[in-house]
């Protein structure tokens, strides 16, 4: 008997006392963060989730108050079961319940106002939303290198044949209907192509000519000097997509030129071409006599005369990262004040009110409510920005809770089979805004680069294994035979995914961001 309790404690010990290994440790404090809101509203900030529809971490909402309760009774209910608790506000995260509650469920949330005696008073609110999945790994590993996979990707691009006219030709092949917004595709091929040549010296004669022949393009689209918009180039050319709409023609979207912007800026770091500099500055001056008093920029211009066509205000990560760049890599400090008044206009209208609203070229921004098509595509980015300009202890916070925003309404860690006994996207990935809601490679590289920076600031190892796992997945999207990296994720029958030149290049650089980094 004495032999049989020995070998059951060893045992027992065996299990128990196991380290555990390092996914469950990641899995448990996901687990354990998931359980604080993401920047939760009060008396003296919004609710930013009216709009929302899943959410990973515990929320709360803007239920009301029910006259003479004295506390709420919340309740949760699914189809596979139901979980309660009190709280003195009708405001209160679901932190109590949230991880008893399955993942991959729709719920229902109750909120009722009871009094001293448990009678209830009324309904201070109801919520139908997916639980989801949170981070659990291990995920798909990547199944190449990812300097393989980046260069794959680079060689699909630079080989299309629509890319390879501009070697011979500064006019764009317009069967690639993309090239219909040349500041962010045509721009996404100079600086491509410029990154084709660096890493790989043996196509550095063809690319080069396709980078220079793609900018000058724009060059020649763009607005001249003395014009109200010098040096911009079109966001908008030919009658293709988006361009063709009414409200776009004759309009440029305020924030693409910097794109053009930094297109001629690694032209000019690899040929030394004061011509590319020029371009580039000359954009710079322009948005600086367009920024209003109060620090911002208008979100959309007449081409042609300049004025702003709305009262929508921009939002502004793409001209702050050009601007810092021309300070620190040009010693252009002439843009400095305009960059710190954008950085104080976001603070008070966008972070203070944490309407991250999406701004595309494809989008309409004319007549959404507050919170109405919130997007990864600002918050991700601007926390990316905050960290690599040199953020305070104040701004790291400020970049963990965009990025939490950007993980809890947009990443997909997982998701259930559908009846045919597959997954709908291919996960886990990162849907791009709310009135678009696909998975988009260049989503996933918004969310992981900003990942990728809190742990390069803080040493957070969490963080670090999202980003992997979402890197991993674009070499799992990625075709085998030709390289190509499919802008979107979905997998259904009949469907085509998109090919943007410009998400491949963010997968890209994304891909050689993570190989620089396991080095």
């Not at 006392?17 to 469950?24: M, R």
């Not at 023609?249 to 000019?268: I, N, R, V």
């Amino acid at each position: 008997m004495k032999r049989l309790f020995l070998i059951a404690v060893l045992f027992c010990a065996a299990v128990s006392c196991a380290p555990k290994d390092a996914n469950q440790r990641l899995a448990e404090q996901a687990a354990k963060e998931y359980l604080t809101p993401v920047h939760p509203g009060s008396s003296e900030r919004p609710f930013w989730n009216g709009f929302a529809k899943k959410f990973i971490y515990a929320p709360a909402f803007d239920f009301q108050a029910v006259e003479g309760a004295t506390e709420y009774l919340y309740k949760v209910t699914s189809e596979v079961g139901e979980w309660s608790f009190k709280a003195e506000c009708p405001q209160c995260s679901l932190a109590p319940i949230w991880n008893e509650i399955p993942q991959g469920t729709n719920v229902t949330l109750t909120v009722e106002g009871i009094d001293t005696s448990g009678n209830i008073l009324g309904k201070a609110g109801e919520r139908t939303f997916w639980r989801d999945y949170g981070f659990n790994p291990p995920y798909t590993g990547a199944v190449r290198g990812y300097r393989e996979a980046a260069i794959l990707g680079m060689l699909y691009v630079h080989t299309m044949p629509q890319v390879q006219n501009f070697a011979t030709s500064v006019e764009p092949d317009m069967s690639y209907k993309h090239f219909t917004y040349p500041c962010k595709i045509i721009g996404a091929v100079v600086k491509l192509e410029v990154l084709l040549a660096k890493t790989l010296p043996q196509y550095s004669e063809n690319a080069m000519a396709i980078a220079r022949n793609a900018a000058q393009f724009l060059i020649d689209q763009a607005r001249k000097p003395g014009e109200p918009l010098a040096y911009f180039p079109p966001t908008y050319y030919k009658n293709l997509i988006a361009s063709k709409r009414s409200s776009n023609q004759g309009k440029t979207m305020a924030m693409e030129a910097a794109s053009a912007g930094q297109a001629y800026l690694d032209l000019y770091e690899a040929t030394g071409d004061e011509l590319y500099l020029q371009q580039a500055l000359g954009i710079a001056d322009t948005y600086l006599r367009l920024q209003c008093e109060d620090g911002s920029w208008h979100i959309k211009y007449d081409f042609a005369t300049g004025e702003p066509v709305n009262d929508s205000k921009a939002m502004l990560h793409p001209l702050l990262n050009y601007f810092l760049r021309l300070e620190q890599d040009y010693g252009q400090t002439k843009y400095t004040d305009a960059r710190i008044r954008g950085e104080k206009w976001m603070a008070t209208h966008i972070l203070d009110k944490f309407d991250m609203t999406g701004q595309f070229e494809d989008t309409a921004v004319e007549g959404l409510q507050p919170y109405e098509n919130l997007t990864n595509c600002t918050a991700a980015p601007y926390a990316s920005y905050l960290l690599n300009r040199g953020a305070s202890k104040e701004e790291v916070a400020t970049a963990y809770e965009l990025v939490r925003f950007s993980e809890d309404q947009f990443v997909y860690w997982n998701q259930p089979e559908t009846e045919r006994g597959y997954r709908r996207d291919i996960t886990p990935c990162v849907f791009e805004q709310y009135k678009y809601p696909m998975p988009v490679d260049n989503s996933t590289c918004n969310v992981a680069n900003a990942m990728l920076s809190l742990y390069e600031q803080t040493g957070d190892k969490l963080m670090l294994a999202k980003a992997k796992a979402l890197v991993d997945n674009i070499t799992v999207a990625q075709c085998v035979n030709t390289g190509k990296i499919p802008t979107t994720w979905r997998i259904r029958h009949n469907y085509k995914p998109t090919f943007w030149v410009n998400c491949s290049y963010s997968s890209i650089c994304m891909l050689l961001r993570i190989d620089k980094l396991e080095e």
